[in-house]
């Protein structure tokens, strides 16, 4: 009997293929901008959100985007204006984020397994209404990802040069700020709060091994990222093991099966190629 013949399997699976897709062709800007661990910053604001909704009995998941929305736009502004360097800025919103969150949380009347749900994930209560908004806003940032990867690149590697050369750096970075906003909050579906960065973040590492274009380190990270959520959601229903752990952890594994053999097969490279001869000095000439 397929475990997959359940809708709410189904809709587990395609929620994942989804998320495994669009937050790795986010990730691989923000690992070129040195900013790979954002998504906590922003999950946790986005924990916020979730508790505010909860507390005043609005969607969570509706102000979780606000919020995080909100928190990608002001840690933006704070690295670009401000002389709070980024890696402070997403400290503060690090800590401010959980701490509401929390304090929110613990005013409402939402039971602990609310609350885990959104830490850790709960990829099998996704219902039609979150599957339908999953792939809604999982489309639309992968189409934006694509299809501003040139203008996109540019600013991440050298916002002078792209400034220099008429783009517009502050939409394009604010535009990236709410698309990892998005993307946030969606993947709280799949791997919840705590694990929002690997999903973003490891399959662009794996990538990175063996690649060295950026455009084929986006389609493999894409690869990988779907791999990892397909592999986990299976491997948690056959397990019974929690389907956003899951999926990470095959993430993680795969990054350091493709480290490895990549080492090795370096290794067998340069045993194999001859050494060049060493070039010999010149003798000198002494005039007596």
């Not at 937050?23 to 690992?31: M, R």
């Not at 401000?82 to 800025?89: C, F, I, M, P, V």
């Not at 799949?190 to 399959?203: C, F, K, T």
């Amino acid at each position: 009997m397929s475990l997959f013949q359940y809708d709410f399997m189904l809709r587990a699976l395609v929620g994942a293929l989804i998320i495994g897709l669009a937050a790795p062709s986010l990730g691989i800007y923000l690992v070129q901008r040195r900013l790979a661990l954002i998504g906590d910053g922003i999950g946790h604001v986005a924990l916020t959100g979730v508790g505010a909704g909860l507390l005043f009995n609005q969607s969570p998941v509706l102000m979780a985007v606000v919020a995080a929305a909100l928190g990608a736009v002001v840690i933006e502004l704070v690295r670009e204006r401000g002389r709070t360097s980024g890696d402070l800025a997403l400290a503060l919103l690090f800590y401010g984020g959980i701490a509401g969150g929390v304090m929110l949380v613990g005013l409402s009347d939402a039971s602990n397994a609310n609350l885990n749900a959104y830490l850790f994930g709960a990829l099998t209560t996704t219902s039609r209404t979150d599957l339908v908004t999953i792939a809604v806003l999982g489309v639309a940032v992968l189409v934006t990802m694509v299809a501003l990867r040139p203008a996109l690149f540019a600013v991440c590697h050298d916002e002078e040069y792209a400034r220099v050369s008429g783009l517009p750096v502050r939409t394009l970075n604010l535009l990236l700020a709410v698309t990892t906003a998005v993307t946030v909050t969606i993947a709280m579906r799949a791997v919840g709060v705590l694990l929002i960065s690997a999903l973003m973040v490891v399959p662009v590492a794996t990538a990175q091994q063996v690649t060295r274009g950026f455009r084929s380190t986006m389609a493999m990270a894409m690869a990988v990222g779907l791999l990892a959520a397909g592999s986990g959601v299976w491997v948690a229903a056959v397990a019974d093991t929690a389907p956003g752990a899951s999926v990470v952890v095959l993430a993680i594994a795969s990054f350091l099966v493709v480290a490895v053999g990549a080492a090795v097969w370096r290794t067998v490279l340069r045993r194999r190629t001859p050494a060049a001869p060493a070039p010999t000095e010149p003798h000198e000439v002494v005039l007596r």
